[in-house]
């Protein structure tokens, strides 16, 4: 069973950066695809991005393409989110999650493991 973590999370103002990460506990980190999802309150768990096992692929839902990067060290067993330019419409949790195949992606349903959340509030 794979455990992730993630961090980094925080308050920031409208136009600002954060990095997020998720650690795994796996050691086989490198065989998963892993994505990034968030839940604004009172709305339904989003799909925020994804990134193959190898890292060569990525995928971005079109509200977050050219403001979030994803990218992994499987070294260091960890998958990044990377978001600039944040609105106050990207105030949610996030939450990393992980996947054996890809595709589907952006289904939060075709992922096995999930973390246990980071709040990120942007404010304008």
């Known amino acids: 069973q794979v455990q992730l973590v993630e961090s980094g999370g925080g308050l920031v103002q409208a136009g600002g950066s954060l990095r997020l990460s998720c650690a795994a506990s796996?050691?086989?980190?490198?065989?998963?695809?892993m994505g990034w999802f968030r839940q604004a309150p009172g709305k339904e768990r989003d799909f925020v991005a994804a990134?193959?096992?190898?890292?060569?692929?990525?995928w971005y839902a079109d509200s977050v393409k050219g403001r979030f990067t994803i990218s992994r060290d499987n070294a260091k067993n960890t998958v990044y989110l990377q978001m600039n330019n944040l609105k106050p419409e990207d105030t949610a949790v996030y939450y990393c999650?992980?996947?054996?195949?890809?595709?589907?992606?952006?289904?939060?349903?075709?992922?096995?493991?999930w973390g246990q959340g980071t709040r990120v509030t942007v404010s304008s």
């Open positions: 796996e050691g086989a980190f490198s065989n998963y695809h």
């Open positions: 990134i193959t096992a190898s890292g060569r692929n990525t």
């Open positions: 999650a992980s996947k054996n195949r890809w595709d589907r992606v952006a289904d939060q349903y075709e992922y096995a493991y």
